[in-house]
């Protein structure tokens, strides 16, 4: 199989940036190791002000999306 439709292929993931989410809360949050550590991403992108949820997704990436992964056609059986 070749890069998806029309030679569009999804971007790789980007890595979670720990070395900064770590500074951010040890630092300026002032929290222990283990505070940041038991922390969900959720808390700690609302104690760096950053709470609420993310843009949805634009109709041009959906419909990027649909192109990279098209659902496959249904198999039908013989009657």
């Known amino acids: 199989m070749g890069g998806g439709a029309r030679g569009l292929s999804p971007a790789p993931p980007r890595p979670f940036p720990w070395d900064d989410a770590l500074a951010l809360a040890l630092g300026p949050l002032g929290w222990r190791p283990a505070d940041f550590w038991a922390a969900t991403p959720r808390e700690l992108a609302a104690a760096l002000g950053r709470a609420g949820a993310p843009d949805g997704l634009g109709r041009a990436e959906f419909e990027r999306m ?11 059986s013989a009657p």
Do not use: N, V
């Open 66 to 76: 649909l192109a990279a992964h098209p659902d496959p056609s249904p198999r039908r």
